[in-house]
């Protein structure tokens, strides 16, 4: 048998939109085949059909010698098809042999009583584990381990399931650079078992290092399939996005130099939980300071404390040479900071606000008194402020009446960036901008990074993309273990120099 | 009309669609008093109080949470307005006094629940008790009769009309201004609507929990008046069991329990489709210990007939 699965012209329409047109892909045994594409590309579209939750309105899918025009979860489930999706399914209140069970615990009969078997169950489940090198009890509760450990349970859930396909959506957004040569390490031990992996990634780098076949996908249709083995990581973005993606985005370095004017400046900052201590740090006139390291160094932590949504023991912060008195997140928006985090879903945006109520709430606490409890609405002006940002950051929703949370990734965040840019802030603080956000969105946040860089505005990034940092920063502060641990000019930054103040060498 | 407009509005005018139902199936069971004037005066009075305790209440649900104790709030006050004007403090004196006592309890519950960090239905649900206590140490258990009749006339007519029912309205009209004019509020509805996402945007989550503890309280005070001026007594069991009804009246009125939705127009809505149902129940003579079963029923029947019309038009 040649291929896993082959699905043929694929087809998948909903009221008024074609999201997936005529789309063909096949999986050979022991192949990674990277699905790659813009968010709305289709490729999600294309692999519900393959779990199951979609139904195709045309096309059809050869699985086991059978043609099937649609699947049904079950059918998905008996010809060995695993799906892991970005937000993991594991159920933390359980140990990780249960979430390998769940739903057909192995059972022993005593006195007419179905019970668990635990032992037979632990060691099933050990083997699956020792087969990916997952070093745990399997009694250990999913609580008490990390995400990417996480992740690994629900791969050892899939081989326990048999799988023959295992389908990843986006497996690495959110590991470190460890934690991804470990699940990369371990896709490859799959592969020699002859399983297939459809492999959803927006990260290029890792297609070359992971991938043996990609196909691209652009807005519902399908581009080309190509060997990885044949093309450079470059060829494939004009694939995606159909534009080339240019320009650098660093900035004038002479201009920075001889300006040499501070806008902000930090001394001494430590947190009072420690995962931050004794940061320095310096943004000049026109410049992008980028913050390197691992998840978990501390550079989120020392940016929630500038930003006031932490407690700081001690730190001093000047704006233009003055000094601040941070104490909350909104002393801090009143004296011009601000910051994008990481999760827009979480700490980013309302889900019940639209876009036009959304961009206003930083505009009505800067000008209200008493921490914001004073003041009237203007409607009116909300709307045209939140009309004129959408314009300035060419964000695309038919119109500020449209709730934040039904735009996409990029639009959300360029709504947040609009937010603040809404108060005039000085300092940004950019926490992962361009996290879970397909190319052309990506390009065009670096650019808005750089406009504001040019309007006098101190940008902070803090990114574990090191190709970002590298593209987009004019110097780069590499954290370790809460402390900064080096710092770098972009002329002679590179990714193994970050690297190297990452992690402990000695 | 196509099923979207139908469905917007269904949104708007759901509520008051399922009031306008009961009242068409109370003229039907009762035509001879139902729909008189009278009646219609004495719906507004008896919603007065439920009114205005789901008013506190929907600041409460508004921010994800709830308040449990508004109705012994609505007690507390009514029992210590009483002891001063016994005491012949002044009328206006021993309302703005009781006001003031309401804000201190709602400061106890919001200072409790960002101290403790604590879900509300914790903390009120301790505080309820505890006010609901306090209540009867100090009134030692017995009502308190004999109020001065200046105080009796808050509860009484002008133009024909009950005063109380003016002031809910007039409440309704100020309420419905605050919540849609001004940044306070707006900053409520983000808190409710993610409460990280408020902090990381400026907003001070701590404060402005406070706030709406002390306004849901504070509402539940001015209740708490009405009710003791009309009974003309200060029963320390009064309002007893009227969270539920406060509650009720925010779910029958739209407001969201996942936070950050929710409108006053609608709330006044759901504590008159609450007095409604209590006035049918009385003319219609059922005795009072099947009332309560009949309004549990009611309450869940309203609230899902309203989803299920709304649901079978979805898209």
Redesign the interface.
């Known amino acids: 048998m040649e291929y896993l699965v082959e699905m043929k012209n694929m087809t998948m329409k909903f009221p008024g939109v074609v999201a997936l047109n005529k789309v063909s892909f096949n999986l050979r045994p022991g192949e990674v085949h990277v699905l790659l594409g813009e968010n709305g590309a289709g490729k999600s579209t294309l692999v519900k059909m393959l779990s199951g939750i979609n139904k195709p309105t045309e096309g059809e899918i050869v699985l086991g010698g059978k043609t099937y025009s649609s699947l049904t979860p079950r059918e998905s489930a008996e010809n060995k098809i695993a799906i892991i999706y970005q937000e993991l399914s594991v159920v933390d209140e359980l140990t990780i042999a249960e979430n390998l069970y769940v739903g057909k615990l192995p059972y022993k009969k005593i006195a007419g009583l179905k019970l668990v078997d635990y032992k037979y169950m632990n060691q099933e489940a050990q083997k699956y584990m020792d087969e990916i090198g997952l070093k745990k009890s399997p009694s250990t509760l999913v609580q008490d381990i990390s995400i990417s450990e996480k992740q690994q349970v629900e791969i050892a859930k899939a081989l326990a399931a048999k799988a023959r396909i295992i389908i990843m959506d986006e497996p690495t957004s959110s590991l470190s650079i460890e934690e991804t040569e470990e699940l990369f390490r371990i896709i490859r031990r799959l592969k020699e078992n002859g399983i297939g992996i459809i492999y959803i990634s927006h990260k290029l780098k890792e297609i070359k290092e992971i991938g043996d076949r990609v196909t691209v996908l652009k807005d519902g249709g399908y581009v080309d399939t190509k060997d990885v083995a044949d093309l450079e990581v470059e060829d494939l973005i004009p694939m995606m996005v159909g534009r080339k993606i240019t320009g650098n985005h660093l900035g004038d370095r002479e201009q920075i130099e001889k300006d040499n004017e501070v806008i902000f400046k930090v001394e001494n900052l430590t947190r009072k939980d420690k995962t931050a201590r004794n940061i320095s740090f310096e943004v000049r006139k026109g410049e992008i300071l980028g913050f390197g390291g691992l998840i978990g160094a501390g550079r989120s932590e020392c940016m929630e404390g500038i ?1 006031g ?1 932490k407690p700081i023991t001690s730190g001093k912060i000047y704006l233009r040479g003055k000094e601040l008195k941070i104490t ?3 002393s ?3 004296q011009g900071i601000a ?1 994008v ?1 990481e999760n827009r879903r ?8 639209n876009i036009w ?1 959304e961009t ?3 505009t ?5 008194t008493f ?7 203007n409607e009116k002006a909300e709307r045209e402020k939140a009309e004129e940002e959408v314009k300035a950051l060419n964000t695309k929703c038919s119109g500020v009446d449209q709730m934040t949370v039904n735009l996409s990734g990029g639009n959300q965040q360029k709504v947040i960036i609009g ?1 603040w840019l809404a108060v005039d802030s000085d300092v940004f603080i950019f926490d992962e901008p361009t996290k879970g956000i397909d190319v052309g969105a990506k390009s065009e946040i670096y650019n808005i990074m750089r406009q504001m860089a040019n309007a006098g505005k101190a940008i902070i990034v803090v990114s574990s993309e090191m190709p970002e940092l590298l593209k987009t920063c004019d110097r780069i502060i590499v954290f370790r273990n809460g402390e900064i641990s080096g710092t770098l000019n972009s002329e002679d930054a590179t990714e193994e120099k970050i690297m190297y103040a990452a992690v402990a060498v000695d | 009309m196509t099923r979207a407009k139908f469905k917007s509005f269904w949104d708007k005018f759901g509520t008051l669609s399922i009031l306008i139902l009961i009242m068409i199936c109370l003229s039907i069971a009762s035509p001879k008093y139902f729909m008189t004037l009278d009646n219609i005066k004495q719906i507004g009075l008896q919603s007065t109080v439920y009114i205005l305790l789901a008013f506190g209440e929907f600041f409460a649900i508004l921010l994800a949470g709830i308040d449990l104790s508004v109705g012994s709030v609505a007690a507390l006050v009514g029992t210590f307005i009483a002891m001063m004007l016994k005491a012949n403090v002044p009328v206006p004196l021993a309302i703005l006094i009781g006001l003031l006592i309401s804000l201190v309890l709602g400061a106890v519950n919001g200072l409790l629940i960002n101290a403790l960090d604590l879900h509300p239905f914790v903390v009120t649900l301790g505080t309820n008790t505890i006010f609901r206590g306090v209540t009867l140490v100090i009134s030692k258990g017995s009502p308190i009769f004999g109020l001065p009749a200046s105080f009796k006339g808050i509860s009484g007519y002008v133009l024909g009309f009950p005063i109380p029912f003016i002031f809910a309205l007039v409440m309704s009209a100020i309420l419905i201004w605050f919540t ?5 509020a ?2 409520l ?2 808190l ?3 409460k ?9 989550t701590r ?2 929990t406070l ?1 709406a503890h002390m306004l849901a309280s504070f509402l539940a005070g001015v209740a708490g008046v009405i009710m003791t001026s009309r009974v003309g007594a200060a029963e320390p069991t009064a309002g007893e069991g009227y969270e539920t009804y406060a509650i009720a009246s925010c779910i029958i009125g739209g407001t969201s329990f996942f ?3 929710g409108k006053i127009f609608g709330v006044l809505l759901g504590g008159l489709t609450i007095g409604t149902i209590t006035n049918g129940l009385n003319i219609l003579n059922v005795s009072s210990y099947w009332q309560k079963v009949v309004m549990g029923a009611l309450i869940i029947a309203s609230v899902a007939l309203e989803k299920l019309v709304g649901s079978t038009v979805k898209d």
């Open positions: 930003f949504a909350d997140t909104y801090a928006l009143k910051m985090t979480e700490t980013g945006f309302f889900q019940n606000f109520k206003s709430v930083t009505n606490l800067k000008k209200s921490g914001g409890m004073t003041g009237l609405l937010k | 849609n004019q001004t940044v306070v707006r900053n509805y983000a409710g609507g993610n990280q996402a408020a902090w990381y945007s400026g907003i001070n404060n402005f706030f936070g950050g939705k």
